[in-house]
């Protein structure tokens, strides 16, 4: 499988944006999904998560009620909205797959083994 995320820019705070990133082949709806950003000089951190089937979402603490992961496995997308966008969130997004092989928590980089390239969202003030 291969990941293609989009949808990053430069949108002022306040703002929305939406991430998409689209995966190759035909067994993306049986991978768990997650989001992660990574801001300069800092390590990459979990954001949100998505079971295969949509049905349990995971969300750091600090976007929690401004962030919103969504999948389309008829379009084997998924999604990331952000809303009410702060300066602090300002990094690298990439989209990452877990297809079952390495396991752990759900907030842990080692458990997802696909990456994207990941798209820049930059959020000025």
């Known amino acids: 499988v291969q990941l293609q995320a989009s949808g990053g820019g430069l949108v002022q705070a306040g703002g929305s944006l939406r991430l998409s990133c689209a995966a190759s082949?035909?067994?993306?709806?049986?991978?768990?999904m997650g989001w992660f950003r990574q801001a300069p000089g800092k390590e990459r951190e979990f954001v949100a998560a998505i079971t295969w089937n949509g049905g349990i979402t995971y969300y750091v603490d600090s976007v929690k009620g401004r962030f919103t992961i969504s999948r389309d496995n008829a379009k084997n997308t998924v999604y990331l909205q952000m809303n009410s966008l702060k300066p602090e969130d300002t990094a690298v997004y990439y989209c990452?797959?877990?297809?079952?092989?390495?396991?752990?928590?759900?907030?842990?980089?080692?458990?997802?083994?696909?990456w994207g390239q990941g798209t820049q969202v930059t959020v000025s003030s």
């Open positions: 082949g035909r067994t993306f709806s049986r991978y768990d």
């Open positions: 990452a797959a877990d297809r079952g092989y390495n396991g752990g928590s759900y907030y842990y980089t080692g458990r997802y083994d696909v």
